[in-house]
């Protein structure tokens, strides 16, 4: 027996239909993403080249700056120490003026000698009280290493200008007798404003330090910065002359991140410090990664949205051609049992019976009527009555071959349409098939119930050529075998 198609339940069609779509959408909107994100990480990656690129491009050109304001300040202090130790102190202060009014205005704050017992002992700025600078960093350099060589200074602030200076120094020495100091103060103020020119309108940042790491000057915050310790983690406290390289930080001024481009200076202990505001280098790579993310985002809603609703309309179809599929196989099937019903039945003969005349095919219409049936479903119930014509349908079904038709036509009537009948003998064995298994009781809760069946043959073309004509013949044959059966009871009850 087959029974009626009932409709799918919804989550499992979603199950069955639109998981494997889901979750191949949803690997390929992975690899989509994935992609996405490398792509702009590689994009962050090349734009930070780039800048390291471009400032390793520009941090050259500063150097060459610094190390030029360096010489021309080293020359002069070198042009100096010569002219002092061969003339008097009054000749020296006149030179000291011409020489002065060489430097840029503003760059430079004082021109002093310190004598060798640490008593200011000159100054282009003039003084009437006895300074001592024998406790200050570049006189006790040139005390404790005789070397000559030019000396810078951190910046600090001066005792005759009142102002921070970086102190470009060296040794007065003369056949071998210690003479003195000589002394340039240069301002931080003016490095400031020079390297401010070179950043203006950005966070970027260009600073001086020296190899120790005492910042010397820098373009912004300048009063924040000067005299600021050194950080220790900074690459180039540990560099050479001629070194280079760049590092990401924080600055400890401003807390702005920046990718900072070092070049430690080959004649001067100094390194030029440039540094690029990330944010400000990264904003339009940045702006990029978030449009293409919203493109990225509407495309993925856009073929989710459309694949979702590809889904739905895939399981309207379903359901509506299941829905077509349920009421074609109701229409053409008895709901109780599942056999066809009497539209099926007379749908199947028309057709067999239209083919026959050139196929020859002969065909017998079984009529089968349930005995005993009303009294059990009255005695029991329509339930019960329902559990005989179901089991007599199984019955029936597995008596009949698989090219037959098997059909109820309404109440405990069946009908079995036996085709293409070869030999008379096999409708004959049929009967008796049937018979024999309508013997066997039915169960209802251990209560064993029986039922007969009354049969009626009509074969074509002998006894009918139509469909009615047909189960016309077979339902009076049924009749009298079962008026037939009765009588013969009656006779051997008497």
């Known amino acids: 027996m087959r029974p009626l198609i009932r409709p799918s339940v919804p ?6 239909v639109a998981l494997p779509a889901l979750l191949l959408l949803a690997a390929l909107t992975g690899v989509y993403w994935w992609h996405l994100h490398s792509s702009g990480k590689d994009l962050r990656q090349a734009t930070l080249d780039n800048a390291i690129y471009r400032a390793h491009q520009v941090n050259s050109a ?5 190390s030029m304001l360096f010489f021309n300040a080293d020359e002069a202090t070198q042009n100096l120490v010569e002219f002092y130790k061969q003339n008097p102190i009054e000749q020296f202060s006149k030179q000291a003026e011409v020489l002065t009014h060489r430097f840029p205005e503003g760059s430079l704050l004082q021109l002093a000698v310190i004598g060798p017992d640490g008593f200011l002992k000159f100054s282009n700025l003039g003084t009437d009280t006895k300074i001592f600078l024998g406790d200050r960093e570049h006189f006790k350099v040139h ?5 000559g060589e030019l000396f810078i200074s951190k910046p600090l602030m001066g005792k005759v200008s009142k102002k921070w200076s970086i102190q470009f120094s060296r040794r007065i020495e003369h056949n071998g007798k210690f003479l003195g100091v000589l002394v340039l103060s240069i301002s931080p103020e003016y490095l400031f404003r020079t390297l401010e020119k070179l950043t203006r309108g950005s966070q970027d940042v260009v600073g001086i330090a020296r190899h120790s790491g005492e910042l010397l000057a820098r373009s912004r915050d300048l009063e924040k910065s000067i005299g600021l310790e050194p950080a220790e983690d900074r690459p180039y406290l540990h560099a050479k002359p001629g070194d280079s390289g760049y590092y990401t930080a924080r600055g400890r001024v401003d807390q702005v991140e920046r990718m900072y481009h070092w070049h430690f200076l080959t004649e001067y202990p100094v390194i030029v410090v440039l540094g690029l505001d990330m944010t400000q280098l990264m904003a339009p790579v940045e702006k990029a990664i978030w449009q293409e993310r919203v493109k990225g985002l509407i495309s993925t809603a856009a073929v989710w949205l459309t ?4 889904i739905a309309l895939t399981l309207r179809m379903q359901a509506n051609i299941r829905k077509r599929v349920e009421f074609e196989y109701a229409a053409m099937h008895d709901n109780l049992t599942g056999l066809k019903n009497r539209k099926a039945l007379i749908h199947h003969l028309e057709k067999r019976l239209q083919a026959a005349p050139v196929s020859q095919e002969r065909l017998a219409v079984l009529f089968i009527d349930l005995d005993g049936f009303k009294q059990i479903n009255d005695r029991y119930g329509h339930p019960a009555g329902d559990l005989v014509l179901r089991t007599a349908a199984l019955r029936l079904k597995a008596c009949a071959r698989n090219s037959d038709l098997v059909a109820r036509l309404g109440g405990d009537e069946f009908v079995i ?18 018979q024999e298994a309508m013997r066997n009781p039915i169960e209802l809760d251990h209560h064993p119930l029986h039922v007969g069946a009354s049969t009626g043959l009509a074969l074509y073309p002998d006894n009918g050529q139509t469909p009615e004509s047909l189960l016309a013949a077979a339902d009076e044959a049924m009749y009298r075998n079962k008026a037939q059966r009765k009588a013969q009871k009656m006779v051997a009850s008497t």
């Not at 005390?143 to 070397?147: A, F, Q």
């Open 11 to 16: 989550l499992r069609q979603l199950f069955i």
């Open 62 to 66: 500063v150097s060459e700056a610094v």
């Open 143 to 147: 005390v404790e290493k005789p070397n």
């Open 307 to 310: 694949a979702l609703l590809a």
């Open 417 to 434: 349409v036996c085709n293409d009948l070869r030999k008379s003998d096999d409708v004959q064995l049929l009967i008796d098939r049937i």
